[in-house]
């Protein structure tokens, strides 16, 4: 309403006031779409142009037909590119080819004479010429490379026979959808069809979607016009239409709809039935000892060889019709004429089952996978020495006192000698190893025992190989303590228990080294002498544990001797006896002795010689062993010359080596470094001089050189006059100095270079291993034990196994000389070791089969086939088919296994046969596989349009049927 005295202005202004008031709140906007911007699906359709174009593919295939068996011989290549920068089509397309190198023209192709075999198709032939039929069409329609025999092929080559083809994938990069889903299969596909017509790109592109493991595809080609449709089926269940070939072309002839008089004769067809022999489905009883022998459980002193199990390969007999009329063969459920014996080509292959088990690559692998373990031993055999919650505690104290007091029941005593007790704590948790099984194992390790003569058992041994490669290898000589001992841990760790039988073995053995140490028996089967740096660090350890012990044994006995009471310098340790100075006891008696320098004139003294006061008593000979020759002493023309006793050489083991040389490499590079270097270097010249002098009062520098170092003592030939060489003679010299360093002291009055109760206990120490340094320190020899008993199977066999020795050995040693152990390279090895084992093992079977079957027409002939077959690993073929004599045995071969899966299964097998020479008649057994391939030329879709190539490829399995088809259809009259 208008109030008086309102201007107009005001009234107007009031008014737009209330209309705002009633207009709602969000007024609504519209959204301009461009419609003119590429889309997701246009952008993956550029980026499928774009690869094709990046590929430089040909717009035409060359006109050339591949050869026989291209397939399987050829080098396929394969290029990639990703589709990543699209976000809902992220996929990887792949091109798979074979080079034209494989390949010959169609002119070259065409035969010379009628009598030449066609190598086109006649079908082609029939419904093009040779200039206008495509170079993709010839692809399908040969016949060359049907139903290759290849693990690694892509299976598109063996469904359509193509050689050039193009396959999209889920992008390894897309997170979300790592597969193509059945949802985009159409949309994918018309990209794929819009991709091809425009670049007009001959090659057929594929795509793969669902689980890739089901292997399904879907693809097109254009090509002259033609547009050619990829599809693949797999049912899990058969249907009884397509279990014959009867039904498989009716199903061809709907699907290009020619259900016209004569279409059939128009269809070619190629077959393939494949028939197996198992190993695991054959009865091997009464065949030879040995396989039998491999069948075995291994025992104590052995290593297994061969399959865990009899399903090491498969033996399949494939029978062929290679090109037929599809109406001459009939094939129904009630009646086939697809017998294999009937069949006009026949191969053979042997196909070895990659996933066997086989038990000496595997003993090997599982052995060493056990060297990272960190636990200890004693952790292990904590599980056996926890008490009973609920014991009581005075029992337990008694038990202490009792451990203690060394009074305990009889369970305590050794394995190995009654007399001594065992350090073993009570168990109160079942042990790993029974009683009898560780009395036969420790009888095994030592047989000087006194177990081992109570026992009275040969145990098995290795031979000795005589290739000088072994030599090289850091292991132990074969069937020593340490070889017996590897073998014994890999037994234990079998059948006792594992890691706790081992961690149980081993601590019993190191109770039996200490028992001997401490009792003075020698380790036997270890190398007398220095430890060998050549051989593994456990072989050397227990050459120094037998060192220490017969040097304190050498010592007691000449202690025994002397008939004295000498008492050793240092608790449990021998003396030196030097047969001079019984009397002596200890260094204390040093004080006694009398000390004197020579008097001589400064003016005539030689080098090294003592200075001093001249009124001394003289020093008292001791420690000599023998004269030297007739020589005297040069400053006593009356006296002659003896040679000391000294002090052997201290043995090192090689990590005992790198030590001191790492202590030597750390000094420093002044005067004091050099000097402490010099030390290291000649403490056991030092000692030398020592007794030298002690042996030899009044010696000088020269007659010391006379005895030790004779080529250092150069006589003049026509004075007659001797003099020290210009190496000894130099000032500053390292001998000089160690000759005035050096006191006269016999070695029972020096230091030990060689103290063997410390070295014993550093042998005993070290020896306390973990449990992966146990399995560490016996793999070498355990590598031993498994290429001999390699080297011993390859011996005994008739085929050329795949490896050579002494390539094996060069690995090997070159495996156990690296610092750090390399895990590849061992892989590598038992690879080798294991596709040997493989061979072996399968050609003993397959001679097993042979000599079960009875009527063999040639035995010695097939059992050369039967070596050349294993040996090659190949595609065989059998000239003649079942009438050759090859052919008989291997009717043979599968006639013996029907009988009894037929008899044992109850379903009778297909195929009968007879011999126009009256040969037995066979019963095979049913295929495991088959393989049909139909191909025509006929119109499509409708029968004014041109002639297109269609092909249908059908495998059926127990179970399962798969068809894959090619179907054209005429773009220019359709």
């Known amino acids: 309403m208008v109030t008086l005295g309102e201007t107009d202005s005001r009234v107007k202004y009031r008014k737009q006031s209330e209309e705002r008031d009633h207009l709602p709140e969000e007024t609504e906007m519209f959204e301009i779409t461009d419609f003119t911007t590429a889309s997701d699906w246009e952008r993956f359709i550029a980026r499928l142009e774009d690869a094709i174009h990046d590929w430089k593919l040909p717009r035409s295939l060359p006109e050339t037909t591949f050869l026989k068996d291209s397939f399987v011989t050829g080098k396929w290549k394969e290029c990639n590119s990703d589709i990543t920068d699209v976000p809902d089509f992220e996929y990887l397309i792949k091109r798979l080819y074979l080079p034209a190198a494989y390949a010959e023209t169609l002119e070259a192709a065409i035969p010379a004479t009628r009598s030449d075999p066609p190598r086109l198709s006649s079908l082609s032939k029939t419904c093009f010429s040779v200039n206008e039929f495509p170079a993709l069409f010839e692809q399908m329609l040969s016949m060359e490379n049907d139903f290759p025999n290849s693990a690694t092929l892509h299976p598109l080559c063996r469904w359509f026979g193509l050689a050039d083809f193009l396959v999209i994938t889920a992008s390894p990069f897309n997170q979300?959808?790592?597969?193509?889903?059945?949802?985009?299969?159409?949309?994918?596909?018309?990209?794929?069809?819009?991709?091809?017509?425009?670049?007009?790109?001959?090659?057929?592109?594929?795509?793969?979607?669902?689980?890739?493991?089901?292997?399904?595809?879907?693809?097109?080609?254009?090509?002259?016009?033609?547009?050619?449709?990829?599809?693949?089926?797999?049912?899990?269940?058969?249907?009884?239409?397509?279990?014959?070939?009867?039904?498989?072309?009716?199903?061809?002839?709907?699907?290009?709809?020619?259900?016209?008089?004569?279409?059939?004769?128009?269809?070619?067809?190629?077959?393939?039935?494949?028939?197996?022999?198992?190993?695991?489905?054959?009865?091997?009883?009464?065949?030879?000892?040995?396989?039998?022998?491999?069948?075995?459980?291994?025992?104590?002193?052995?290593?297994?060889?061969?399959?865990?199990?009899?399903?090491?390969?498969?033996?399949?007999?494939?029978?062929?019709?290679?090109?037929?009329?599809?109406?001459?063969?009939?094939?129904?459920?009630?009646?086939?004429d697809l017998d294999p014996l009937q069949a006009p080509k026949w191969a053979v292959q042997l196909n070895l089952n990659e996933g066997s088990s086989y038990r000496l690559s595997d003993t090997l692998m599982n052995f060493a996978k056990q060297v990272h373990k960190k636990e200890t031993v004693q952790s292990y055999l904590e599980f056996l020495e926890r008490d009973i919650a609920d014991a009581n505690a005075g029992d337990q104290a008694t038990a202490v006192l009792n451990r203690l007091t060394g009074e305990g029941d009889e369970r305590l005593r050794s394995r190995l000698s009654k007399a001594l007790y065992s350090r073993l704590p009570t168990f109160h948790l079942p042990v790993p190893i029974d009683a009898e099984s560780l009395n036969e194992i420790l009888a095994y390790l030592f047989p000087d025992s006194e177990l081992a003569k109570d026992e009275q058992r040969v145990f098995p041994a290795f031979s000795e190989r005589s290739e000088s490669a072994f030599k090289t290898i850091k292991g132990a000589p074969i069937n020593s303590l340490p070889f017996r001992l590897a073998l014994t841990i890999q037994f234990v760790f079998d059948n006792y228990g594992g890691l706790l039988g081992v961690a149980y073995l081993w601590h019993e053995i190191l109770l039996e080294l200490r028992y001997r140490w401490e009792n003075g028996h020698l380790v036997p089967g270890v190398e007398a002498g220095m430890p060998n740096h050549g051989s593994c660090l456990l072989n050397q350890k227990l050459q120094m544990l037998n060192c220490c012990i017969a040097k304190r044994e050498a010592g007691r006995v000449a202690a025994a001797a002397s008939n004295d009471a000498l008492a050793p310098v240092h608790s449990k340790s021998p003396v030196y006896y030097d047969g001079v100075d019984a009397d002596v006891t200890d260094d204390d008696d040093e004080e006694d002795d009398e000390f004197f320098d020579c008097v001589t004139d400064d003016s005539g003294s030689l080098p090294g010689e003592a200075q001093g006061p001249v009124a001394q008593k003289p020093l008292k000979p001791e420690g000599r062993k023998e004269l030297l020759g007739t020589l005297t002493l040069l400053r006593d023309t009356g006296m002659p010359l003896y040679v000391p006793i000294t002090q052997e050489s201290a043995p090192m083991t090689e990590d005992m080596a790198q030590e001191h040389l790492e202590r030597m490499v750390a000094t420093d590079d002044d005067e004091d470094g050099r000097a402490a270097r010099m030390r290291m270097q000649s403490v056991a010249l030092v000692s030398d001089m020592s007794?030298?002098?002690?042996?030899?009062?009044?010696?000088?520098?020269?007659?010391?050189?006379?005895?030790?170092?004779?080529?250092?003592?150069?006589?003049?030939?026509?004075?007659?006059?001797?003099?020290?060489?210009?190496?000894?003679?130099?000032?500053?010299?390292?001998?000089?100095?160690?000759?005035?360093?050096?006191?006269?002291?016999?070695?029972?009055?020096?230091?030990?270079?060689?103290?063997?109760?410390?070295?014993?206990?550093?042998?005993?120490?070290?020896?306390?291993?973990?449990?992966?340094?146990?399995?560490?320190?016996?793999?070498?020899?355990?590598?031993?034990?498994?290429?001999?008993?390699?080297?011993?199977?390859?011996?005994?066999?008739?085929?050329?196994?795949?490896?050579?020795?002494?390539?094996?050995?060069?690995?090997?040693?070159?495996?156990?000389?690296?610092?750090?152990?390399?895990?590849?390279?061992?892989?590598?090895?038992?690879?080798?070791?294991?596709?040997?084992?493989?061979?072996?093992?399968?050609?003993?079977?397959?001679?097993?089969?042979?000599?079960?079957?009875?009527?063999?027409?040639?035995?010695?002939?097939?059992?050369?086939?039967?070596?050349?077959?294993?040996?090659?690993?190949?595609?065989?073929?059998?000239?003649?088919?079942?009438?050759?004599?090859?052919?008989?045995?291997?009717?043979?071969?599968?006639?013996?296994?029907?009988?009894?899966?037929?008899?044992?299964?109850?379903?009778?097998?297909?195929?009968?046969?007879m011999d126009e020479k009256g040969l037995k008649k066979r019963c095979l057994p049913a295929p495991s596989l088959k393989e049909f391939i139909l191909r025509t030329v006929a119109p499509r879709p409708y029968q004014f349009s041109r002639p297109g190539v269609h092909r249908m490829y059908t495998s059926i399995r127990s179970g399962e049927v798969r068809i894959a088809g090619a179907f054209t259809e005429d773009l220019m009259y359709g």
């Not at 009884?240 to 072309?249: A, C, E, I, N």
């Not at 007659?703 to 080529?711: A, E, G, L, Q, T």
Request: aromatic share 8%.
């Open 176 to 336: 979300i959808d790592w597969q193509v889903k059945e949802d985009r299969i159409k949309l994918i596909q018309s990209s794929m069809v819009i991709a091809v017509a425009n670049t007009k790109c001959p090659i057929p592109m594929f795509l793969q979607f669902g689980e890739l493991s089901r292997l399904m595809f879907v693809g097109v080609s254009e090509v002259a016009g033609f547009r050619t449709l990829y599809e693949i089926i797999d049912l899990e269940r058969v249907p009884d239409r397509m279990k014959t070939l009867s039904g498989l072309v009716e199903i061809f002839k709907d699907k290009i709809s020619q259900r016209a008089e004569g279409a059939t004769q128009l269809i070619k067809t190629s077959i393939q039935l494949t028939l197996e022999l198992n190993p695991d489905e054959v009865d091997f009883e009464g065949l030879s000892d040995e396989l039998i022998e491999d069948r075995k459980p291994d025992g104590l002193g052995c290593l297994p060889f061969g399959p865990s199990e009899f399903d090491s390969f498969v033996l399949r007999l494939l029978a062929s019709w290679p090109n037929a009329n599809a109406d001459a063969i009939e094939d129904t459920l009630l009646h086939s």
């Open 691 to 913: 007794a030298f002098k002690a042996a030899n009062p009044g010696c000088v520098f020269e007659d010391f050189v006379r005895w030790h170092s004779p080529r250092d003592w150069e006589v003049d030939s026509a004075s007659g006059e001797g003099h020290l060489s210009e190496r000894m003679s130099q000032a500053g010299s390292a001998w000089i100095e160690a000759w005035d360093s050096a006191e006269p002291k016999s070695v029972r009055k020096q230091k030990r270079l060689f103290d063997e109760c410390v070295e014993a206990e550093k042998v005993l120490s070290y020896l306390t291993l973990t449990i992966g340094g146990v399995f560490r320190h016996a793999l070498p020899m355990l590598l031993q034990a498994g290429l001999t008993k390699l080297f011993d199977e390859m011996d005994a066999t008739e085929i050329s196994p795949p490896c050579e020795k002494g390539a094996v050995l060069k690995s090997v040693s070159r495996l156990l000389s690296d610092t750090n152990f390399s895990w590849l390279e061992y892989e590598k090895l038992i690879k080798l070791v294991r596709l040997t084992e493989q061979i072996i093992s399968t050609h003993r079977t397959l001679e097993s089969v042979a000599k079960k079957t009875r009527d063999l027409p040639d035995r010695d002939g097939f059992r050369s086939f039967l070596r050349t077959m294993v040996e090659a690993r190949q595609l065989t073929a059998i000239p003649g088919g079942a009438r050759s004599p090859l052919g008989q045995c291997l009717a043979a071969i599968f006639d013996q296994r029907n009988q009894r899966s037929s008899s044992r299964e109850g379903s009778p097998p297909i195929g009968t046969g």
